[in-house]
């Protein structure tokens, strides 16, 4: 059942309507035109068939007009035979023949007529004349070149056959209209099948999506924009599948990672409550306590830079002195090297400028730095080149630890993958950084010996950095 707002009906009303007005425009134009061109046609083929009746009294004229002679009796409008009729006239308007004697009968005079022929009083029967009166259009045409003394001939018919046709035709329009209407009706039923079906089953596919079932999939049979739009609906599915997916496994990845220093905390704290640890065992527990408890905060704050990256938001790149995020990044990260006992050597010239966002830059160096130096033996190393004939800089973050191995290329920018102590977030957030920024993140060895080298392509701009911080 169609219902009243919805799509199908105003399909429906729309062709109904197209069809209505161009009805409406066309009797609107048609109606003046086409009467005008019957009552000009009626005038030529009337004062033909004068011209006929007039040339057959002419040519008998002398010798008397035979019996079985036939004068034309009608004559053909758009193709289709219309009634007309004649008079002959003698020279004093007095009726000597006629084909319609009911209403024109023989020996009375035009002006004596109840239903007259010409329109004017005043005629000059030496040519040919048209008349039009409230009742009929008619053609008075002279017999020979002296029509006092040889008469004229009258042909006429009644505007009713005129009316009569242009109802007709009317008719024909509005069956026409009726044609027109049920063929509307027909490709708007069609229409609404092929746009409304389509439609539907989007709608139930949303609400198939609403439900996490992705693996419902669109057929895209054609190639116009509801196939199109299907595609865009199967593309997006597989996108949300694919995050949610990635939700799943970043919240069991969490639980997993949170649970494991909670519950070494929980363990160790109920052991000073039940005086298990005394003397120096408890300060060694309050010191495994302490170090879980900044674990367990590194992963919280690093679960919620990762959420706020995820997030819509607007981006305000500028460009900045790349030296004074690195400097920054490395007061951060310098009580860390120092409890782990690394060196740490930047080696970043003045003049480079990075295009971005200044806490967002600030929280990839640290991350990059933190990872090196958890991995480090005794060194890490920063530093920066910019990339010829490009609006690049690439920058680099090495340690001198055992490097990555092969799984490591495969899994390191996954949430929560970790070979050894840490979040297991640093590179998964670096990751998202930089391609915010529209740059590369790549990680390979020194040496096969080891050494983890991360490199970052990030955009700049040529020009002079005083004054950039």
Same mark, same amino acid.
């Given at each position: ?318 460009? /900045?002195?790349?030296? =004074? ?6 007061? !951060?990260?310098? @009580?860390? &090297?120092?409890? +782990? *006992? ?68 495969? /899994?390191?920018?996954? =949430? ?6 840490? !979040?297991?977030? @640093?590179? &998964?957030?670096? +990751? *998202? ?37």
């Amino acid at each position: 059942m169609i219902r009243p707002r919805s799509i199908s009906s105003k399909i429906i009303i729309s062709y109904l309507l197209v069809v209505f007005i161009t009805f409406a425009m066309t009797v609107l134009a048609f109606y003046p035109a086409l009467f005008g061109v019957l009552e000009n046609r009626a005038q030529i083929s009337l004062e033909k068939q004068a011209w006929e009746i007039a040339f057959l009294m002419q040519s008998h004229q002398s010798e008397g007009l035979p019996e079985e002679t036939a004068f034309p009796s009608g004559i053909r409008l758009l193709g289709r035979p219309v009634e007309s009729h004649y008079l002959l006239v003698n020279p004093d308007n007095r009726i000597t023949g006629s084909s319609y004697p009911e209403y024109f009968p023989v020996g009375h005079r035009l002006s004596d007529l109840f239903l007259p022929l010409r329109d004017r009083e005043i005629v000059d029967k030496a040519r040919p004349n048209t008349y039009r009166t409230d009742n009929y259009i008619a053609v008075e045409i002279p017999i020979g070149i002296s029509p006092e003394n040889s008469g004229t001939v009258i042909t006429f018919m009644a505007l009713q056959s005129l009316r009569d046709m242009y109802l007709n035709t009317l008719y024909l329009v509005f069956g026409n209209l009726l044609i027109a209407l049920v063929a509307a009706l027909f490709i708007a039923y069609l229409l609404i099948g092929y746009i409304v079906r389509p439609l539907k089953n989007l709608e139930l596919y949303a609400e198939a999506m609403g439900n996490r079932q992705f693996d419902i999939k669109l057929e895209t049979r054609s190639n116009d924009e509801l196939s199109n739009l299907a595609e865009a609906f199967n593309q997006m599915a597989d996108r949300l599948k694919s995050y949610d997916e990635s939700i799943r496994h970043f919240f069991q990845n969490a639980s997993h990672e949170l649970k494991t220093p909670l519950m070494s905390i929980n363990g160790y704290v109920e052991g000073i409550r039940d005086g298990i640890f005394d003397g120096p065992a408890v300060d060694n527990a309050l010191e495994i306590i302490h170090k879980e408890s900044l674990r367990m905060r590194d992963i919280v704050e690093n679960m919620i830079d990762i959420t706020i990256l995820d997030q819509p938001h607007s981006n305000y790149f500028l460009p /900045h002195r790349l030296s =004074y995020i690195v400097e920054n990044a490395l007061d !951060s990260v310098g @009580g860390y &090297a120092l409890d +782990r *006992k690394v060196a740490i050597t930047a080696d970043i010239p003045e003049k480079a400028i990075v295009v971005g966002d200044w806490d967002r830059l600030q929280s990839l160096f640290i991350n990059l730095l933190s990872n090196a130096i958890r991995h480090a033996q005794n060194s890490v190393t920063i530093r920066s080149q910019a990339i010829a004939d490009t609006q690049q800089v690439e920058i680099t973050v090495q340690d001198d630890g055992p490097g990555f191995i092969s799984e490591d290329f495969h /899994h390191a920018f996954e =949430y929560f993958y970790t070979r050894t102590e840490g !979040s297991g977030l @640093g590179l &998964a957030i670096a +990751r *998202k950084i930089v391609d915010e920024h529209g740059g590369e993140i790549y990680l390979q060895n020194a040496s096969p010996k080891g050494g983890a080298v991360v490199k970052v392509t990030l955009p700049s701009v040529s020009g002079d950095a005083d004054g950039l911080v």
